[in-house]
């Protein structure tokens, strides 16, 4: 892969494919570590004719965190921090941002399987046969999951908001 394609590539998608590996429950520096090692993977095998380079890059982010999972599934961190790029940027309105935080929380109380397809169909704006293809599980299991990952975060939601009253 030539360097200018490479780079565009960087620029359009490093900061989703950070965002899905820390979704993932990663801490910030082994998410970056692997959102590096999935750009590397990029350069040394990703042919610029590829038809979809931002799910064959998400699907090689996947399988980085399955492999670091394998080997190390005992040391794998609790997914307790906030996910990047969830929040809007500081200048934004208080309300806005407590809002995104909310949901943010929420987002990381759910089962993974079901947090993955809402980061990847949602944050990373992949179709469902995107994700399909990245986690691969049928196109109707996605459409579940996310309809019950919807379902469950309005009942976290809910929640939350019955305990602040």
């Known amino acids: 892969m030539k360097n ?73 961190p609790e997914s307790t921090g906030e996910l990047a790029g969830v929040s809007p940027p500081p200048e934004e309105h208080l309300m806005k941002r407590l809002v995104s935080e909310r949901l943010a929380a929420a987002i990381l109380k759910l089962e993974p399987r079901k947090r993955e397809v809402i980061v990847l169909r949602y944050y990373s704006e992949l179709s469902f046969a995107e994700v399909s293809s990245i986690m691969g599980i049928g196109y109707d299991n996605v459409r579940v999951l996310a309809h019950r990952a919807k379902k469950d975060l309005k009942k976290f939601l809910e929640d939350e908001d019955d305990e602040i009253q």
Request: glycine share 2%.
């Open 4 to 76: 200018d394609a490479l780079r565009l590539l960087y620029e359009k998608y490093s900061r989703k494919i950070l965002t899905y590996l820390l979704s993932l429950g990663l801490d910030a520096a082994s998410a970056e570590d692997l959102m590096q090692e999935t750009f590397v993977k990029a350069l040394l095998s990703l042919d610029e004719s590829h038809q979809n380079a931002g799910a064959w890059l998400y699907a090689v982010a996947r399988n980085l965190f399955l492999d670091r999972a394998r080997r190390r599934i005992k040391e794998l």
